[in-house]
């Protein structure tokens, strides 16, 4: 029974990844992230769409998890340095971050990145989180409220993995005072 109630949010996971790509190349090159703009020092707009993809799909892999409450794997993609700073286990790792109750679907707003050596770029996402629209009745749907939600992804691409850190948007809230 809860394999398959894991069957089917992995089958979810798929089909809006699906969504998102037919979106993607339906509508073409179109997109909310305007030309490069400096925000701060080292830190830009991030303006290719593939690497805006890239990074999505890693908070969306992120969410998934929150959503299991899958603790092992959380862990395993919180950033070494975040975890370490904040003494976090697998006993107090709620404390820190905040799961779901129910599937939630993310949408990347706005994406920054700073490059923080070689082969590392650290960016900086704002966007919003809804509950899986694709489960939502149409009533449902037209009293679902989005909440804003910001991350900072790492990318490591000696290594090709990646790392998240949970993120209070100060960057984008600077931006919004500006």
């Not at 939600?149 to 100060?170: A, C, E, M, T, W």
């Amino acid at each position: 029974m809860i394999g398959d109630k894991k069957k089917d949010i992995i089958l979810v996971i798929i089909i809006i990844v699906i969504i998102l790509l037919i979106g993607y190349f339906s509508w073409g090159k179109k997109s909310t992230v305007p030309n490069t703009i400096v925000v701060a020092d080292n830190v830009y707009m991030v303006t290719d769409h593939n690497r805006f993809f890239t990074v999505t799909s890693c908070i969306s892999k992120y969410l998934s998890y929150l959503t299991m409450h899958d603790t092992q794997n959380i862990l395993l993609l919180l950033d070494d340095d975040y975890k370490n700073e904040n003494n976090i286990t697998s006993d107090n790792l709620y404390d820190y971050i905040n799961a779901f109750d129910e599937e939630q679907e993310f949408t990347a707003k706005k994406m920054y990145q700073e490059t923080v050596n070689d082969h590392i770029i650290k960016y900086y996402v704002s966007g919003i989180l809804q509950p899986n629209l694709l489960l939502s009745t149409p009533e449902e749907y037209a009293t679902i409220d989005s909440t804003p939600f910001y991350i900072i992804v790492n990318l490591d691409f000696q290594r090709q993995v990646f790392s998240i850190v949970p993120y209070d948007g100060k960057l984008f809230h600077k931006e919004e005072t500006s």
